[in-house]
């Protein structure tokens, strides 16, 4: 489990680094006033559709290595990733499959599929991670874990207010989260089971 507890948080780094690379082509091939289509979606939804899996492998790895006083907090973080990761692959499957055949894929708020992406992203992946930072004790590299992870749960539960509110601008807190401090938490999280086998 420690070996896919490395592998996994190395993926989802090197995945988060990737993500913000076709976004930012997307940006650039469709500008800020029309939605990302074509090829740079496909992308991002295949991409998208894979980190959230791999998360959950992440959260199992540790749960494994969580000292017995943590095992309850790591396994409600457990949960909830499951919980996440299949809302969120659930939405992109249907945007790659369905939706794409129909002619209709692309998240546009306000919009049903776009809620329940929003629903696993800021409430379900806030919750995990929250839930899952305070058995990162011990040495430095876990401690910063711990406090990045801590930081990304919250800034995904902030990003709630702006689905709920209408106000989506502050749906970026929460991007901030998960496409820049939760890659940090991975690659911390992923050196410190290459040293000492643990997370």
């Not at 457990?78 to 499959?97: E, K, N, P, Y």
Request: glycine content about 10%; hydrophobic content about 60%.
């Amino acid at each position: 489990m420690n070996q896919l507890g490395k592998w996994s948080a190395s993926i989802l780094s090197i995945g988060g680094i990737a993500y913000a690379i076709v976004v930012v082509i997307g940006m650039v091939s469709y500008g800020l006033e029309r939605p990302i289509g074509g090829i740079v979606l496909v992308a991002m939804e295949i991409l998208t559709l894979l980190l959230a899996l791999v998360f959950v492998v992440m959260m199992a790895a540790i749960h494994s290595s969580a000292a017995l006083e943590w095992k309850t907090n790591t396994l409600v973080a457990l949960v909830f990733s499951a919980l996440f990761a299949g809302i969120s692959a659930t939405v992109h499957f249907v945007q790659l499959t369905a939706l794409r055949q129909l002619g209709t894929a692309g998240l546009v708020w306000p919009s049903p599929m776009y809620a329940a992406e929003l629903l696993a992203w800021d409430v379900f992946l806030g919750l995990s991670l929250l839930f899952a930072a305070p058995s990162l004790q011990g040495s430095r590299l876990r401690r910063v874990a711990r406090t990045t992870m801590t930081a990304c749960g919250a800034m995904c539960l902030i990003g709630v207010i702006g689905p709920a509110t209408g106000y989506m601008w502050l749906q970026f807190v929460s991007l901030a989260g998960y496409g820049l401090v939760l890659p940090v938490s991975c690659v911390l999280l992923a050196l410190n089971w290459s040293r000492t086998g643990g997370a």
